[in-house]
């Protein structure tokens, strides 16, 4: 098979292989060749461990194969509906009943203090009835409660910038089945605080 690039972003090449995807961290010039070197493969490492902890709350792509040296991480290639995509052409009902599992799946994550880091529609997937969660390359674990509502907050963005239309009622629908998380009072109080922050930096 060839590889084709299907996606590339600052940090990395994202790749399609047969029924596999690839994730292959790119190097940076600006870098020490070995300090390079080693921040890649760091890197690598960290955002695989973070899959297969995230892989044991939530649905996403069977990883098959880590591989520092090459600094790349193989996964299943999920044929679905990417979110940011195909949300808005599903009937009302449909699109509030996906976000209630979205919402359900932030909360497992957090619970399990995964923060997403890049928590948007782009990087869900809807196949057979679940939603799949990709790409955690800016993710970290953190029980901080800080981190938990700035993972809602860009989520939050995500769906006005992207799904306008209904996105104060999507948004409801997945802070409900977010209420599942042990830390749910304390994560949505924070929430407030920092979306006053935004709206205070937007004002100034």
């Given at each position: 098979?060839?590889?084709?690039?299907?996606?590339?972003?600052?940090?990395?090449?994202?790749?399609?292989?047969?029924?596999?995807?690839?994730?292959?961290?790119?190097?940076?010039?600006?870098?020490?060749?070995?300090?390079?070197?080693?921040?890649?493969?760091?890197?690598?490492?960290?955002?695989?461990?973070?899959?297969?902890?995230?892989?044991?709350?939530?649905?996403?792509?069977?990883?098959?194969?880590?591989n520092e040296?090459?600094?790349?991480?193989?996964?299943?290639?999920?044929?679905?509906?990417?979110?940011?995509?195909?949300?808005?052409?599903?009937?009302?009902?449909?699109?509030?009943?996906?976000?209630?599992?979205?919402?359900?799946?932030?909360?497992?994550?957090?619970?399990?203090?995964?923060?997403?880091?890049?928590?948007?529609?782009?990087?869900?997937?809807?196949?057979?009835?679940?939603?799949?969660?990709?790409?955690?390359?800016?993710?970290?674990?953190?029980?901080?409660i800080e981190?938990?509502?700035?993972?809602?907050?860009?989520?939050?963005?995500?769906?006005?910038?992207?799904?306008?239309?209904?996105?104060?009622?999507?948004?409801?629908?997945?802070?409900?089945?977010?209420?599942?998380?042990?830390?749910?009072?304390?994560?949505?109080?924070?929430?407030?605080?920092?979306?006053?922050?935004?709206?205070?930096?937007?004002?100034?």
């Amino acid at each position: 098979m060839t590889e084709k690039i299907i996606q590339q972003g600052a940090e990395a090449f994202i790749l399609l292989d047969g029924n596999k995807v690839i994730k292959r961290r790119i190097k940076k010039s600006y870098r020490l060749a070995d300090l390079d070197e080693e921040i890649r493969k760091l890197r690598t490492r960290s955002e695989a461990k973070l899959l297969l902890k995230a892989s044991k709350v939530v649905d996403i792509p069977e990883i098959k194969n880590v591989n520092e040296e090459d600094k790349q991480i193989s996964m299943d290639f999920i044929e679905g509906k990417r979110l940011s995509d195909y949300l808005d052409f599903f009937p009302l009902k449909e699109q509030k009943k996906i976000c209630r599992i979205i919402g359900e799946n932030t909360a497992r994550l957090h619970d399990a203090d995964i923060i997403h880091g890049d928590l948007t529609t782009s990087n869900m997937i809807l196949k057979g009835g679940k939603v799949f969660f990709i790409d955690f390359g800016l993710g970290f674990g953190s029980h901080k409660i800080e981190d938990k509502a700035v993972d809602l907050h860009l989520l939050r963005q995500a769906l006005e910038a992207k799904h306008f239309k209904h996105w104060k009622e999507l948004f409801n629908e997945i802070s409900k089945r977010y209420s599942i998380s042990k830390n749910y009072k304390l994560v949505l109080k924070q929430l407030e605080k920092v979306e006053k922050r935004g709206r205070y930096k937007e004002k100034y």
